[in-house]
């Protein structure tokens, strides 16, 4: 069955390219099987697939954030000498919308345009060249309607509806919990501190961005290469935006160039499908360069946060109060999750008996908002954190110490209400980071600053759910064969799009069957061949396919064992022993290759599959189902305690973050290396959004349009990092591991910020703490305290 | 026009317009598509190549540019079965996630390691400042080209 599926063209089992060695232990540090291939340019990603007659596809942006469409014309484009197609939404003839919550997003705007980046019409041509000539002769013919570009306007009555179909108007969803007495705890606060905060934007910019490939089959089916997170779900969103029947839709996915959640839904797919319908079975191939990314892909959303937080002399937090406002832009996407769980982890990771927790999500005519690594979380934890060093600063404590007065136990209530019955590593983690060098040396390294440099120290606690909630179930399907070759194939169901899953298969594979990495293969994700096992997304790609991988090889083990038994006439499996390549008989001293035991075997003999589903809450909290549908609340969380010592240029305001500790509890780690990898990378992602990473959006356009106006962190920006793992025991998680894929990425915008107050007394109320804004900031303070200042602009410390 | 190079180590002679990107005439007209592009403004190196052994944007040049030169790209660098050392110690200390960004990343780190055959982590971190990674912080891919130093060290150490 499999054979007729195996077009090396589109997707191969992938072997084991490094040294035999032995068996994986399942612990110790274990290089990823695609690390090879990726080191000598071999990886074949989804951006480097072309082919015979290929077919350029492009899409004609709109350009102007909110309008009617009127017309598009294209019959200039069409007669163009090279262009084989020009497309309008005329052309889709399935529902035209795509979306993974509410299906708001059109394929090719048919009524309105939403935001600048809306594709109008689609263009096919016989080379690049011809593509960028033809999709400037595309004239769309648009009335421009009021737009609107603030989350709080978006909200007022007379505001322009972005979708006039929607019956809350420019309020995508809204979200209000309380816990306790909510306000009235308030009443027994001794102190009280308050604070609004303002996110900006942040672009993936991964390296890879948005390609696919595409090609109609001769049977009829539409094969669909694209570097995504989510395969299964890409193929029936774009079945039904394009009117397929699903069977006749396949989608595979490489190993994407970078994902970071904005490969999560829909980017190039349903276009490059609509575009393979129209070229005749020719291959077609749609890569977005670095403006047309930033334009029409995902960003973090902006947020604003108002935050009240109360708590007794000592320091014992006692009530919390947030209000928080999203601007999704002009499509759901993911808004309504990321909004529910940037309410679910408002209160971070403290005990907070009252809380009264109110978020908003809004349609604006802005780029679009959709998943960020941690996303929710991030901002909610910018925010946070931040108001547990102001309240330690009005107390005089010690910020550590009043995180640690404060952190959630086993059996504790989160701030929402649910209560914790999972591993809680957080007192551990904060109690690693003050027994750590970076820490004890802090003051010391501080003095040792040099003229004109200000150093300071800050941390932070943060904590974040794994998996999907409790609604949408989080299930993910595993499937293993022993080939007739007598090799092991694992059939992954999840994207690895460089967290180093693919890696974790063959380790949890290898070491249950004993095999070493040269016996065993991978097939990635491909939804002819492996089976549906959700996104690679919300840090549960090896907590959830692990588990249900982990019952595959036991089980897979165990048929071979009782095969083998039988085989050697031993009497009974518990006789049988697995070992490299074979299975050996220990009593008689007789063994069975695995290739000759895999000829006695059918294929589905030699195939397992197992199902696992991730737990949820135990009890209920109560919000409204559609609430718990968007993902509230969670019940396995990763902890981590950030520490970052920052120094301040004080003629030029910039932030140097010269030292960082991260100490998580991401449960066990199966692979130091890997783990190190996510810790890192997520830091600097944060390091990033904290203090460099300034997306500007002006009236709907995006003003930074490249990689020379939005800058990422670069080898000189990001310091070492100081990884230690604080590892509990995750009954629920595989080897008893938890996600580690997003823990990182919400500390260091709190840590830094929290630095850069202890190292020149402000603290901004928005991020990033780019150079003109601190240096701005440090001015402003100097005015305020020689009383030059009549408005107090900036809150010291 | 005819334009003659030498490509990972074979005298190539090539039909091309002179003003083709050579990124565009690496991946499209001769199927080397270890060579990445990501931004095609010179901003992030995915696209480095070696070019008589300094590293350069293949985004940022033109095929006539090519004309007796003598190029490297990752395909000639060393295969699965025999790493060059660089590469080598990328596989070991962990330095590749999505992997995107490696290839250049292996082909700057060449050419630093041939500019400071000894450089201390502050020179490797000034080296790599023009290549850009989102996934790995940077930490693991200093570590494999310290690592890498020492191995190249040795092995010209020995007679």
Wanted: proline residues 5%; aromatic residues 6%.
């Amino acid at each position: 069955m499999d054979a007729m599926h195996d077009d090396p063209y589109l997707t191969k089992v992938r072997g084991w390219d490094g040294p035999a060695g032995g068996a994986p232990e399942v612990g110790t540090s274990f290089p990823r099987a695609d690390a090879w291939s990726k080191v000598t340019g071999a990886e074949k990603y989804a951006a480097d697939y072309y082919g015979q007659d290929l077919i350029w596809a492009g899409a004609k942006r709109a350009g102007v954030p909110h309008a009617r469409v009127k017309a598009v014309h294209v019959e200039e484009a069409r007669r163009m000498p090279g262009v084989a197609a020009v497309l309008t939404h005329k052309d889709v003839k399935g529902t035209n919308r795509q979306g993974v919550v509410r299906k708001d997003q059109p394929v090719l705007v048919d009524d309105k345009v939403r935001h600048c980046g809306d594709a109008v019409a689609l263009v096919l041509a016989e080379d690049r060249e011809t593509l960028k000539r033809a999709l400037e002769q595309v004239a769309p013919d648009l009335e421009p309607l009021p737009g609107v570009f603030d989350p709080e306007d978006a909200l007022r009555p007379d505001a322009p509806l972005l979708h006039e179909d929607h019956a809350d108007g420019n309020l995508l969803f809204k979200a209000d919990l309380e816990a306790g007495e909510g306000v009235k705890g308030f009443s027994a606060c001794d102190v009280e501190v308050e604070h609004d905060f303002q996110t900006p934007w942040q672009e993936h910019a991964y390296l890879e961005t948005e390609v696919g490939w595409a090609r109609v089959e001769e049977d009829g089916t539409l094969v669909i290469v694209a570097s995504t997170q989510t395969p299964f779900r890409d193929r029936s969103e774009a079945a039904d935006a394009l009117g397929l029947d699903i069977e006749r839709v396949r989608v595979v996915a490489p190993f994407p160039g970078g994902a970071f959640g904005g490969k999560d839904g829909i980017t190039v797919q349903t276009l490059l499908g609509l575009a393979a319908l129209h070229a005749g079975g020719r291959p077609v191939k749609m890569w977005w360069d670095r403006e047309e990314s930033f334009a029409a892909g995902t960003k973090r959303h902006p947020a604003r946060l108002h935050y009240r937080l109360g708590a007794t002399k000592d320091g014992i937090l006692k009530a919390l109060q947030v209000y928080l406002l999203l601007d999704t832009g002009p499509y759901d996407h993911l808004g309504g999750v990321v909004m529910t769980l940037a309410l679910e982890h408002a209160g971070g990771p403290y005990r907070i008996p009252n809380t009264s927790l109110s978020a908003r999500c809004a349609y604006t005519n802005n780029p679009i908002g959709g998943a960020f690594r941690a996303f929710g979380v991030a901002q909610a934890a910018g925010a946070m954190e931040q108001m547990m060093d102001l309240l330690a600063r009005r107390l005089a404590m010690d910020p550590i110490e009043i995180r640690l007065r404060n952190v959630l136990r086993k059996g504790d209530r989160t701030p929402i209400g649910v209560s914790l019955q999972h591993s809680i590593g957080m007192e551990e983690c904060l109690s690693a980071l003050k027994r750590h060098p970076l820490y004890l040396e802090r003051e010391k390294w501080k003095a040792g600053a040099g003229p004109f440099k200000r150093r300071g120290a800050g941390a932070a606690a943060v904590m974040l759910g794994i998996g999907y909630g409790p609604v949408v179930p989080d299930v993910a399907n595993a499937k293993v064969r022993l080939t007739r070759k007598g090799r092991i194939r694992v059939y992954s169901g999840v994207v690895d799009m460089g967290q180093g899953n693919a890696a974790t298969c063959f380790q949890i594979a290898g070491s249950i069957l004993s095999q070493t990495p040269d016996t065993l293969e991978l097939v990635l994700p491909d939804t002819e061949r492996t089976l549906p096992s959700g996104s690679a997304a919300a840090s549960r790609t090896t907590y959830t396919f692990g588990n249900a991988l982990i019952g595959a090889c036991q089980a897979l083990k165990q048929r071979i064992l009782e095969k083998a038994a039988d085989l050697l006439m031993a009497a009974s499996a518990e006789e049988m022993v697995m070992e490299p390549g074979m299975v050996r008989h220990p009593v008689s001293g007789r063994d069975v290759p695995l290739a000759r035991l895999a000829a006695f075997m059918a294929e589905p003999e030699r195939t397992v599959t197992h199902r696992f589903r991730a737990p949820t809450a135990p009890d209920g909290i109560p919000v409204s189902e559609e609430v718990r549908i968007h993902g509230l609340g969670h019940t396995v969380f990763s902890y981590a305690a950030h520490l970052a010592c920052v120094e301040v240029d004080e003629l030029t305001g910039e932030v140097d973050v010269r030292r960082y500790l991260s100490v998580s509890d991401c449960g066990r780690v199966i692979n130091p290396q890997a783990y190190e990898q996510q810790i890192q990378g997520s830091v600097a992602q944060g390091l990033g959004y904290a203090v460099m990473e300034d997306f500007k959006v002006r009236d709907g356009q995006v003003e930074t349009r490249d990689l020379s106006t939005y800058i990422l962190p670069t080898a000189m920006d990001v310091p070492d990092v100081d990884v230690v793992a604080v590892q509990t025991h995750e009954t629920t998680g595989p080897f008893g591991l938890k996600g580690v894929g997003e823990i990182g990425t919400s500390g260091p915008v709190p840590a830094i910020a929290n630095a850069v107050a202890d190292a020149v007394g402000v603290r901004l109320s928005r991020w990033p703490l780019t150079d003109e804004r601190v240096l701005e900031a440090m001015q402003g303070m100097e005015a305020l305290i020689s009383g030059k200042d009549e408005h107090r602009r900036y809150d010291i410390r | 026009m005819i334009i003659r190079f030498a490509l990972n180590g074979e005298e190539k002679e090539i039909e091309a317009a002179p003003d083709r990107r050579v990124v565009d005439l690496l991946r499209e007209d001769l199927g080397l598509t270890g060579t990445k592009e990501a931004c095609g403004t010179g901003e992030c190196g995915a696209c480095t190549i070696l070019v008589d052994g300094a590293a350069r944007l293949s985004c940022l040049m033109l095929a006539i540019q090519l004309d007796r030169r003598s190029i490297t790209t990752i395909e000639g660098v060393g295969s699965m079965e025999a790493l060059h050392p660089v590469q080598e110690a990328f596989v070991e200390k962990g330095a590749v996630q999505c992997g995107f960004c490696t290839p250049g990343m292996v082909l700057a780190s060449m050419d630093l390691l041939r500019e400071h055959p000894a450089p201390t982590r502050e020179e490797i971190r000034k080296g790599l400042a023009g290549n850009l990674c989102r996934c790995t912080g940077y930490q693991k891919i200093v570590d494999a080209l310290e690592a890498a130093a020492s191995h190249l060290a040795e092995k010209r150490g020995k007679p």
